[in-house]
């Protein structure tokens, strides 16, 4: 799969959880691409970020039930990604997040 980075790397994601993630054992979380494989990530996150990577998670987060009024539908399921850096590696751009 020969990707651009910004297409495997949809966004990133913070909450509490993901910021304590990053806090404790420098991991940051993001969407990606349902198709992308764990090397592929890890790929488009060097590139991305200038950043070297010690190991990737990743899950399928599964669809969920949504109503507006008698409308029912579902929200679609996407890929999330925990990517832990090696010691001394951080981003920039979310450490102020």
Known sequence: MSLDPKQIIKSHITTERTTNLKEANNEYVFEVDRRATKHTIREAVEKAFG???????????PSKPRRMGRYE?????????????????????????
């Open 73 to 97: 539908g579902r929200k679609s399921s996407w890929k999330k990604a925990i990517v832990k850096l090696k010691k001394d590696q951080s981003i920039a751009v979310f450490e102020n997040v």
């Open 51 to 61: 950043v070297k990577v010690e190991a990737v998670r990743t899950s399928i987060v």
